[in-house]
């Protein structure tokens, strides 16, 4: 009766201590308007090469915090998709201009002490782009940091990495590189 109550009593604080991952909402959108001008019919596409699913992870705690976020793809192809028809392409899963947004790498990881936290963001997408015979192929990084006092706000974190999303995917579209390959240049 006694080993019985003792088993009970160590589920039951060790199930506290297993709580769930809180889910992370981002959602960043494309505001740069137009900063190029495709103008060519593209078959576009996003797919997630990440080998960690989480987005974001609170270090040096117990137990640690993963926070996956399984539409992370969905999201980045629905900001990238925008960013392409705002600078004039026209979207077509017929066409035989292909551009493949690869997510390499996406996530913050955060470190907090008492006194402060600080988190790291840092993202690597690649693009893929194909057209009769010709490839072109491109890698795009970021980092972004941000510090604050005490623990960490995970709305803030989000921002971060809505903006670092903003970020990248601004440059992938104003790349002239990438406009010359698919304008046929």
């Known amino acids: 009766m006694l080993k019985t109550y003792f088993i009970s009593i160590g589920v039951f604080i060790l199930s506290g201590c297993t709580a769930q991952p809180k889910s992370v909402i981002l959602n960043p ?3 740069a308007q137009a900063v190029s001008h495709f103008n060519t019919h593209i078959n576009a596409r996003v797919s997630d ?3 960690t699913n989480f987005v974001i992870k609170v270090l040096n705690q117990e137990p640690a915090v993963y926070l996956p976020d399984a539409s992370l793809p969905i999201k980045i192809e629905r900001i ?5 028809r705002s600078n004039g392409a026209t979207l077509d899963t017929t066409e035989n201009k292909k ?3 690869q997510i390499n790498t996406f996530y913050s990881k955060i470190t907090e002490s ?3 936290h ?3 963001a840092t993202a690597d997408f690649q693009i893929f782009a194909s ?4 490839t072109f192929e491109k890698r795009y990084t970021g980092t972004s940091q941000l510090k604050g006092p005490l623990k960490h706000e995970q709305a803030k974190v989000e921002g971060q990495l809505n903006n670092l999303t903003q970020k990248i995917i601004t440059r992938i579209v104003s790349d ?3 406009i010359n390959f698919l304008q046929g240049q």
């Open 176 to 178: 002239q590189e990438l």
């Open 99 to 101: 551009v493949a947004l």
């Open 118 to 120: 600080e988190s790291n």
């Open 29 to 31: 959108t494309y505001s």
């Open 49 to 51: 090469h990440r080998t």
């Open 114 to 116: 008492i006194t402060q």
């Open 80 to 84: 990238f998709f925008d960013a392409l």
């Open 131 to 134: 057209h009769n015979e010709r």
